[in-house]
Nanobody
Framework: QVQLVESGGGLVQAGGSLRLSCAAS????????MGWFRQAPGKEREFVAA????????SYADSVKGRFTISRDNAKNTVYLQMNSLKPEDTAVYYC????????????????????WGQGTQVTVSS
């Protein structure tokens, strides 16, 4: 089991930036892929970005490609999501998640492929 705690959310104007952090404890963080998802009111949870266990492979949703960057620091048991050029449509609760398979280069995009979830952090982008 792994515990995940997100931070860094807040209110920002369109065009601004935020960096989300997700601190992990419990099972060996560095062995697993990590992902970020988001859920806006009235909408389903959607994939945002994922990084493999080593940080060498990443995947992004088309809607955030070129604006968001996922990274990880295994020494600090932390995964980050740098969000630039934010848009009002990025407003959502953002969740980090830990994958199921160890030492895989696969970067999961489906929520069912993740075993553990954080409580979420709110990001609000004003126009």
């Amino acid at each position: 089991q792994v515990q995940l705690v997100e931070s860094g959310g807040g209110l920002v104007q369109a065009g601004g930036s935020l960096r989300l952090s997700c601190a992990a404890s419990g099972r060996t963080f560095s062995s697993y892929a990590m992902g970020w998802f988001r859920q806006a009111p009235g909408k389903e949870r959607e994939f945002v970005a994922a990084v493999n266990w080593s940080g060498g492979r990443t995947s992004y949703a088309d809607s955030v490609k070129g604006r968001f960057t996922i990274s990880r620091d295994n020494a600090k048991n932390t995964v980050y999501l740098q969000m630039n050029s934010l848009k009002p449509e990025d407003t959502a609760v953002y969740y980090c998640a830990a994958g199921r398979s160890r030492y895989s280069d696969y970067t999961p995009k489906n929520w069912g492929e993740y075993a553990n979830w954080g409580q979420g952090t709110q990001v609000t982008v004003s126009s």
